[in-house]
Every structure is written in C-alpha cells, then in structure tokens.
C-alpha cells in the first residue's frame, strides 16, 4: 500500500514538473518560432560564460528578471483578492495534468504502474473542472486592481472563457457517445481499435471529425492567446493583469502557456490516439499486411510516451502558428463565433452522431 503510495506521489511529482518546463520552454519556443515565420533571428543575446544555447538562455533571463522586479500593489486594491489572483490562475492550469494518460501501464516486477497520476473514472469532468476554476483569476485580478481597464479586461475574460468552455464542452459529447467512457485512460484503450479491415485506428478525429475542428477553434480561445487575446490586449491597455509586475504578472504570462500544453494534451488524447501507435499492441506490433514484431514491455510503453509527446508538440506547434498569423478578432466577432457557431455546430454534431450510433446499434 505505501509503495503504491509513493509511485503515486513520484508520477504525480514527475508529471507536473515536466509539464512546467514544457511550459516555460515554451517562452523560447514563441520567439524563435515567431522570428522563423517573419524571418528574423529571434532571442540570441542572453549568455551565460559565452554560451548562448540558440537563445534559451533568455527564458532564465526572464525568470530572474521577474523574480527582482518590485511587486506592486495599486492603492485601493483588494490585497488579499490582488494576491491569490495569480495563483488561481496558475495551480488550477497546472493540476489538470493530473488526469492526463501520458502512456500506458509499465510492469515493473509485481508492480501495475498506470502512467497517468489521478487514475479517474471521470478524469475528463476532472480536467474540465479545473480548468473552469481558472476563470476566478482572471476575474478577480481585474476586480481587485481597483482600475477600469483591468476590470473591463476581466468582464471580457470571464465572458470569453465561459462561452468558448461551453462549446468546448459541448464539442466533446459526441466523443463521449462514441467511447462511452469519461476515464481518458479507457478512452485512449478503446481508440486502439481499429477501422476498415484493421487499416484505420478508430482515432477521434476519423470518428468525430467535426467535433476535432469545433474543439480545437475552443481550445485556442481557451488559452486566450492571438487571435483570442482580447482579455489582455496589450495595444488597447485593457489587460486583466495591468496592473501586475514582477513574478505575478509571470505567473499569469506562464498559466496561458500551461493552458496551451495543457488543450494540446487533450487533443492528442480525445482525437489522435493519446499515447496510442498505430499497429502497436501489447507485445508488439501487428501490421495489417500479417507482418509481427515483438517487443517486451518496456519499449512498448517508451514509444507510447514518445508518441503522447510528439503528437501534443505538433498541435502546440500548431496554436504557435496561428498565434503568429491571424489578427485578433473584434470581440463581437468574437462571441459571435462562439455561441451563434460552435455552440450550435456542436449541438448539430450531437444530434448527427445519436442518430448513426442508433442506426448502427439497430
């Protein structure tokens, strides 16, 4: 029990600190990939003894600059809202991980490890649920600034998320119909099926493709990042965050990158397999044309963690990308996407996809 226990912990321990750094490499990423599609060099001062390591040292930069930078607390301010603002924010991005499946169950001796820290039977409403509790932060930094244009940044904020969570919501029940499971990890089994003759892996993107396209236009609106940043609009001076400096305003910076990882995560999970390899099974893989390679257990889990990561780094890539080429939205175009056309498109999905599965049950 208490080596369970402890396995526990250690994945859980393990999991969060990846995902962190993933994040805050993701501060590099931005601006070496913004300056790959504008043709620039991007970050490259930043040292340390000569060595610049294609300008990642800037991302430490970043960290100690924030970190000795003066926090400041605006005059009539609610303090104590002011202050937890930030964490709200960040933990509640950061906990999500919790039930992400990051791989499937490694054997080691007697031991079962499932490589997912909350095993959870309704992990999805889990995740769900924590990311709609990052809404109280932005809310509250705005509220508490006692200035106008943080509090109209937080109004906008607050009614942005709502509205894109619910279409992301929404988008995701045809996913539900099809697996008729919450539990990510038995989600990520039953796409292990495979479609036509063994050829296809019944991946949700080939069975809801519609509700892939819905849930990502949601989820880059989710992290209120370009062409969804509204909330913090930097040239209109209306951020939710304004008045924040120092460490606090990383901390805000840092949870919208976490949000990134964090949607990209559930996309490769809800829609392209999780940690899944094509033709991969439990002793290795079986190709449709009857080719057999064997392999033990441990090198069949590394390449189902290997493959979670590639497929969530190619749609971070990806929200990168359209970070760096759409303009932002005005913001009735922007709540008009979401509640007069993904919302309805996603009932219409629901709709469609009670009817097949009726049809086909029948």
């Known amino acids: 029990m208490m080596s369970d226990i402890l396995i526990k912990l250690f994945l859980s321990s393990g999991v969060l ?54 926090e400041f607390c605006p005059q009539g301010a609610n303090k104590f809202l002011f202050k937890i603002a930030p964490y709200l924010s960040f933990v509640f991005a950061l906990v999500g991980f919790a039930a992400i499946p990051i791989g ?12 997912q820290a909350a095993h959870l039977n309704v992990a999805l409403i889990f995740i769900f649920a924590m990311m709609s509790m990052g809404i109280y932060g932005v809310v509250l930094a705005g509220f508490s600034s006692n200035n106008n244009y943080a509090f109209l940044g937080g109004v906008r904020g607050a009614a942005q998320m709502i509205a894109y969570e619910i279409a992301m919501g929404a988008s995701i029940i045809g996913v539900i119909m099809v697996f008729n499971t919450l539990d990510l990890q038995a989600l990520v089994r039953a796409e292990g099926a495979y479609l036509f003759g063994g050829w296809v892996p019944k991946w949700g993107v080939f069975v809801q493709p519609l509700a892939f396209f819905l849930f990502l236009t949601a989820a880059a609106a989710e992290t209120k ?17 304004v008045e924040y400096s120092g460490m606090k305003f990383g901390m805000f910076f840092l949870a919208d990158l976490i949000e990134t990882v964090l949607v990209s995560s559930l996309m490769t999970t809800l829609f392209f397999g999780g940690w899944q390899v094509p033709y991969l099974h439990a ?5 449709p044309w009857g080719a057999h390679i064997a392999l033990t257990n441990l090198p069949v889990v590394i390449l189902g963690v290997v493959s979670f990561f590639i497929k969530t780094s190619f749609f971070i890539w990806l929200l990168m ?22 919302l309805p498109a996603s009932l219409v999905n629901i709709a469609i996809t009670a009817v097949v599965i009726s049809l086909f049950n029948h």
Not at 104 to 115: A, D, K, N, P, R
Not at 230 to 240: A, D, H, K, T
Request: proline share 3%.
């Open 17 to 70: 600190f990846v995902m962190f750094n993933i994040a805050g490499l993701l501060t590099w990423v931005e601006r070496k990939q913004s300056a790959l599609m504008q043709d620039r060099i991007g970050a490259n001062r930043a040292s340390i003894f000569g060595i610049k390591a294609l300008g990642m040292v800037h991302a430490i930069a970043d960290v100690l600059k924030m970190l000795s930078k003066e």
């Open 104 to 115: 499937g169950e490694l054997i080691v001796g007697h031991h079962s490890i499932q490589l």
């Open 225 to 241: 990042r370009t062409p969804f940043d509204l909330p913090e609009g930097e040239s209109e001076i209306i951020g939710y965050f």
């Open 283 to 287: 002793d290795g893989f079986y190709f």
């Open 321 to 342: 990308a359209v970070r760096w080429t759409l303009p932002r939205f005005r913001y009735d175009q922007l709540m008009n996407l979401g509640w007069k056309i993904l």
